[in-house]
């Protein structure tokens, strides 16, 4: 899968819920981000075409290579005095990793907060995801000392934010 002939990136349907749901799960289980405390036990998993398209402030992408569902990201609002949405759920197979999907999907996430006005974008994540670390760096996240007040995930210990102005 490293020579795709067609890579998508696009907003969610109701079609693509089971497979992202089996992305995250698998992806979650691949890191030990599994049980409460992490994103894949968050019950809007089940249903995400749903959470995100209904509320306001709120998107979810799937990439597609060849038209599969190989991976995925959003944004959620997370702080309305500050401004602050939060990345969530960037899940990417295995054998689709390497094709700039992640950063693509990243991308595309952060120009909807920027669209929708947010000021800051925050995520936590795992120090075993080096390559998403490493990216989100690129990306112009930098490294907290702490997790937001707001964060639901206490199975993460790292904690980015990026300035969105």
Request: net charge negative; aromatic share 8%; charged share 20%.
């Amino acid at each position: 899968m490293k020579t795709p002939q067609h890579v998508e990136i696009r907003l969610i349907k109701a079609e693509d819920d089971m497979a992202i749901k089996r992305i995250i799960e698998q992806v979650g289980r691949e890191f030990g981000a599994i049980g409460e405390g992490f994103g894949p036990s968050d019950a809007e998993v089940s249903s995400m075409s749903q959470h995100y398209s209904e509320l306001s402030g709120y998107a979810y992408y799937v990439a597609t290579v060849e038209g599969q569902v190989v991976g995925g990201a959003g944004i959620a609002p997370m702080d309305a005095v500050t401004q602050t949405c939060e990345l969530r759920k960037l899940f990417v197979l295995p054998n689709a990793r390497g094709l700039s999907i992640g950063r693509k999907l990243s991308e595309a996430c952060i120009e909807f907060a920027k669209s929708a006005n947010y000021q800051q974008c925050y995520l936590d994540t795992l120090s075993s995801m080096q390559a998403a670390i490493a990216l989100y760096k690129k990306l112009g996240f930098t490294q907290l000392k702490a997790p937001l007040a707001a964060s639901e995930h206490n199975g993460c210990d790292v904690w980015m934010l990026k300035d969105l102005l």
